[in-house]
């Protein structure tokens, strides 16, 4: 019982003074009357009717139950800039914000699994080239605002149906070390016939490096030397994305 109740204050210890915790008992009436209009706000107008700081209000009521979360909502907007970079921050990124404390931290990141569960799942077992912009959203939902390169890809079957996402590498800001012998190695493992690479590009800009032209031609050997198909490339930036095979680069 005592490391329980250790670990419960020390989950509440990081606010500061001017958001510690009111005593026990219910809301003070200007919190619970605010908290009241924005639940109303969501229901009639939903997301579209919210900007991030508000949404993230919404969020965080469950993680603060009885203190006034706007200040912190607006240090998350402006630490992170928008609702996305929030949720994919690093833990240790979100516990340096002042007011954030390892149940709001852990409440965001489960957030965010969430959201990365539910795009998977509207991808999984679908015929991936026809239902292309799930895999876009999908891809851009789980790596867009990941302030670190990852490298991803996408197995599918004979028809094209994904089998397999596997993150393969993790990298720096600007370079994810990738193995084409691996990745074919993998493929063939899961008796997939087809691939599509998957990169982000932390900048934002989903222009291809010289790297990305090399290793790209890299595994489209290894796949062709093995009878596999390399559909396409994907770098996904901040707002958009670049395909190889549109581009040319395939």
Known sequence: MTGSANSFHDSRARFDDDEAPVGPGRQPSYIRDHRARLRERFSVGGAAAMPDYELLELLLFRSIPRRDVKPLA????????????????????????????PVVMHDLKVIEAAAHRMARARMMQRHVISDWEAVLDYCHTTMSHRPTEQFRVLFLDTKNILVADEEQARGTVDHVPVYPREIVKRALELNAKALILVHNHPSGDPTPSQADIAMTEQVGQACAALGLVLHDHLIIGKSRELSFRAEGYL
């Not at 402006?78 to 949720?87: K, V």
């Open 74 to 101: 607006r240090r998350l907007v402006d630490t992170f800039g928008d609702l996305g970079r929030i949720l994919s921050a690093p833990p240790d990124a979100l516990l340096a914000v002042r007011g954030v404390g």
